[in-house]
């Protein structure tokens, strides 16, 4: 089956930091970008961060731009989002998500997400 | 304030048909694809349309997708009480040189 399963989220402090990890499984990891997506409590859905892994192709949105870095994971199969400096409009449910081949923003397969509640 | 702009909320009864609309510019649905996402509360986002107007593998008919100039629409007919929930388009923009979603769109069957 393929899949996408997220974890490390949980309670921060404002200013502390979280490193969030997306394993992948039933499909070839390193073909396919994977993003970082989330959804604040009231709010819709933001685009974070995207990457693919074994290319230069990195992109962050404005928003968190020099406090989260995405990366390729430390386990196999992995891409992590390295969250620094957090803020409580951080707070959100983290989804990661596979885009579809050919089609830059088609998001077909998404982990069930990990929430990240930053308050002191 | 997101580049795409949706209604925030549209509304049906068990067999109607309703479409919500996505509103960009040039630099973003103007020349990109519009996908659709399909979101219920606790759960991940699910891929509704891509390329504007394809579905993926074991999504209904009912639910169908189209564009024109810089404005898309997703359109559900035959309306059921499972289809209450939030609904997002997404495209590239040029000018940001990243994905984005609009601000969403709250499905109530009535």
């Known amino acids: 089956e393929v899949q996408l399963v997220e974890s490390g989220g949980g309670l921060v402090k404002p200013g502390g930091s979280l490193r969030l990890s997306c394993v992948g499984s039933?499909?070839?990891?390193?073909?396919?970008?994977l993003n970082w997506v989330r959804q604040a409590p009231g709010k819709g859905l933001e685009w974070l961060s995207s990457?693919?892994?074994?290319?230069?192709?990195?992109f962050h949105a404005d928003s968190i731009k020099g406090r989260f870095t995405i990366s390729r994971g430390d386990a196999p199969n992995s891409v992590s989002l390295q969250m620094d400096n957090l803020r409580a409009e951080d707070t959100a449910v983290y989804y990661c998500?596979?885009?579809?081949?050919?089609?830059?923003?088609?998001?077909?397969?998404w982990g069930q997400g990990t929430m990240v509640t930053v308050s002191s | 304030q997101s580049l795409l702009t949706q209604p925030p909320s549209a509304s049906g009864t068990p067999g109607q048909r309703v479409t919500i609309s996505c509103s960009g510019s040039?630099?973003?649905?103007?020349?990109?694809?519009v996908n659709w996402y399909q979101h219920l509360p606790g759960t991940a986002p699910k891929l509704l349309i891509y390329?504007?107007?394809h579905r993926p593998s074991g999504v209904p008919d009912r639910f169908s997708g189209s564009k024109s100039g810089t404005s898309a629409s997703l359109a559900i007919s035959g309306l059921q009480s499972e289809d209450e929930a939030d609904y997002y388009c997404?495209?590239?923009?040029?000018?940001?040189?990243?994905?984005?979603f609009g601000g969403g769109t709250k499905l109530t069957v009535l």
């Open positions: 998500a596979r885009v579809k081949k050919g089609e830059a923003v088609a998001f077909d397969i």
């Open positions: 039933g499909f070839t990891f390193n073909s396919f970008t």
């Open positions: 990457i693919r892994i074994g290319s230069s192709y990195i």
């Open positions: 040039s630099s973003n649905i103007g020349s990109h694809n």
């Open positions: 390329t504007d107007s």
């Open positions: 997404a495209t590239w923009d040029d000018n940001l040189n990243v994905p984005v």
